[in-house]
């Protein structure tokens, strides 16, 4: 079963990744999708340490988005579900 708001935030990751810095327009066209999801998504990312944003640089209208490398020690750990019996 695939989640779909997990899949598009992934692949809006990895978008980052590739295209950075990236706006939130040039992921709008890219996706195909509305501005106001890859928005959310944007900041969902940036508010779980995944992404940070940025001012625009000199030309740009709109703040640019970068991937954290390596990701954030504040993400949480995962623990392997106890052993049953």
Same mark, same amino acid.
């Given at each position: 079963?695939?989640?779909? @708001?997990v ?6 990751l990895?978008?980052?990744?590739q ?15 509305p ?15 995944w ?7 000199a030309?740009? @209208? ?8 390596p ?15």
């Amino acid at each position: 079963m695939e989640m779909k @708001s997990v899949t598009r935030s992934l692949r809006i990751l990895e978008a980052v990744a590739q295209h950075q810095p990236v706006t939130v327009g040039e992921l709008t066209k890219l996706f195909g999708l509305p501005k106001s999801t890859v928005q959310r998504t944007l900041v969902t990312l940036a508010e779980a340490g995944w992404l940070r944003a940025n001012p625009p640089p000199a030309g740009r @209208s709109a703040p640019g988005y970068w991937p954290y490398d390596p990701p954030p020690s504040r993400a949480p750990a995962c623990s392997p579900p106890p052993a049953t019996p």
